[in-house]
């Protein structure tokens, strides 16, 4: 199993601004994926942070608006610039397990970070 | 991303077993089959997943059609805190096609009565 700590676990910021997520794993996992629930929603993918190079970035998404950085097999941060009301969501890291089974087996979840943009 | 269509919602009277049905009828052969719930105001936790067999753990069990075109969730004894959202998902199980990464479809919603 891997134990993800998110920070901040929420925050509110005004209009304008930009505000980075940090996601720190317990162990080294292979990948790390970055999701955005918005109010009463599912969640939806924003990327796949690769470690060493550029985030893969699902449709939508773009590396302006969702900066993100994985310096290490433990670490990973996202940004999310110039926010906006709509901006306004839970932000949410998982990672894969480790070992073998990494691109099939279970992915872990951390808490969130509720994200208030007035 | 291959599809999977879940209810919006269920009820289930508490102690009763649940089944939570899921259709993806275009599942290719390297997907594997992920459920996952999200209680209130916490992050999705993995319950399953299987290939092709039928799956037993210590939260749920899980039955797979024979052409893998749908398959159950089994909540043995519904308890109050399996009330939560139920993701039915199709995790590509590839290395070399961007695998590994969970599409979130709407899920279904339980809801446990007492």
């Known amino acids: 199993s891997a134990v993800i700590s998110q920070k901040p676990s929420r925050d509110i910021c005004q209009r304008g601004t930009s505000l980075t997520i940090q996601c720190q794993v317990d162990s080294q996992v292979t990948m790390m994926f970055w999701y955005r629930q918005q109010p009463g929603q599912s969640l939806t993918l924003i990327a796949t942070a690769n470690q060493g190079s550029e985030a893969t970035y699902e449709s939508g998404f773009v590396i302006d608006k969702f900066p993100i950085s994985r310096p290490n097999l433990t670490f990973s941060t996202l940004t999310v610039s110039n926010m906006s009301p709509e901006d306004s969501s839970i932000y949410l890291c998982?990672?894969?397990?480790?070992?073998?089974?990494?691109?099939?087996?279970?992915?872990?979840f951390g808490e969130g970070s509720r994200l208030t943009v007035l | 991303d291959a599809k999977t269509t879940q209810p919006n919602s269920m009820e289930s009277n508490e102690e009763e077993p649940v089944h939570l049905p899921c259709n993806h009828s275009?599942?290719?052969?390297?997907?594997?089959i992920h459920w996952y719930r999200q209680l209130p105001s916490q992050g999705p936790e993995y319950v399953i997943h299987?290939?092709?067999s039928n799956v037993n753990n210590r939260m749920a069990s899980l039955a797979i059609a024979e052409d893998r075109k749908s398959s159950t969730l089994i909540l043995h004894r519904a308890t109050l805190r399996d009330a939560a959202v139920y993701y039915c998902?199709?995790?590509?199980?590839?290395?070399?096609?961007?695998?590994?990464?969970?599409?979130f479809g709407q899920g279904t919603e339980l809801s446990v009565k007492p």
């Open positions: 275009t599942i290719s052969g390297t997907d594997y």
């Open positions: 299987g290939l092709t």
């Open positions: 998902i199709l995790r590509d199980g590839s290395l070399y096609n961007q695998g590994g990464k969970l599409i």
């Open positions: 998982s990672v894969t397990g480790t070992g073998n089974r990494w691109n099939t087996g279970e992915l872990f």
